[in-house]
């Protein structure tokens, strides 16, 4: 699939752009493919329906006010239309974001776990690359709390005695929220998608975790 290909399907240079470079990698996460994907077919019904609006104005053209009063409209409706598709695929980010933190907090079931994170939702902030700052911490309170903490695999972190160290040493599990970036990112750089590695990265620095 070329830029002049998706130009042809009636996308403007800077969507048609923006899809090539979510594509160039050899390999695509199933969450962002699917971010691109909305995102493509909206831009594609928006076309549709700004053809028939110039084609109303067109029929509407021997009467002046009446074709200020539909540009009005239009412009009003457009404004409108924007507004939805920008909260659209601000809530796919989220919930894509939310469907990786909870698989690497190992929630049983993360249908049962998302509504106890809606308040913490509601004021979210989404960072351009994706990432929800604050969004592990909010996770591992539940992973923690006692009346949620059922709804997570359990995870031993009780210091235990190790075969192979010299005696009196202890060993203790990895914490939870720096093994799950380090598993995310493992797999990005195996995957050879270092946009994605990056973008790891940034979101656990973010969230007070140095990965290297």
């Known amino acids: 699939m070329t830029k002049e ?10 969507q048609a752009n923006k899809v090539i470079s979510e594509l160039d990698n ?11 994907s909305t995102e493509l077919q909206t831009a594609k019904t928006t076309i549709k329906e700004r053809d028939t609006q110039l084609e109303t104005l067109q029929k509407s053209a021997g009467d002046n006010q009446a074709l200020k009063e539909q540009i009005t409209q ?3 409706d457009n404004a409108s239309q924007k507004k939805e598709h920008e909260a659209e695929m601000r809530n796919i980010k ?3 974001a939310v469907d990786s933190a909870l698989k690497d907090a190992k929630a049983i079931n993360p249908a049962a776990v998302k509504p106890f994170l809606t308040s913490f939702l ?7 690359d994706g990432a929800v700052p604050g969004l592990v911490d909010e ?8 009346d949620t903490g059922f709804l997570f695999k359990a ?12 005696a009196g040493s202890v060993t203790t599990t990895p914490d939870a929220k720096t093994t799950g970036y380090e598993t995310r990112l493992a797999d990005a750089r195996k995957a050879g998608n270092s946009a994605l590695a990056v973008a790891i990265k940034r979101e656990a620095a973010a969230d007070g975790v140095q990965l290297y």
């Not at 290909?5 to 009636?10: C, I, K, T, V």
């Not at 509601?122 to 351009?128: T, V, Y």
């Not at 996770?139 to 006692?146: A, R």
Request: glycine residues 10%; hydrophobic residues 35%; contains cysteine.
């Open 122 to 128: 509601e004021k979210a902030e989404l960072r351009d």
């Open 26 to 36: 050899s390999f695509v996460p199933k969450p962002r493919f699917d971010e691109v």
């Open 5 to 14: 290909s998706l130009m042809a399907m009636g996308l403007t240079e800077e």
């Open 155 to 166: 995870c031993d972190t009780t210091p235990t005695v190790s075969g192979t160290s010299p």
């Open 74 to 76: 239009l412009q009003a």
């Open 94 to 96: 989220i919930g894509n």
């Open 139 to 146: 996770i591992g309170k539940l992973v923690k709390g006692e």
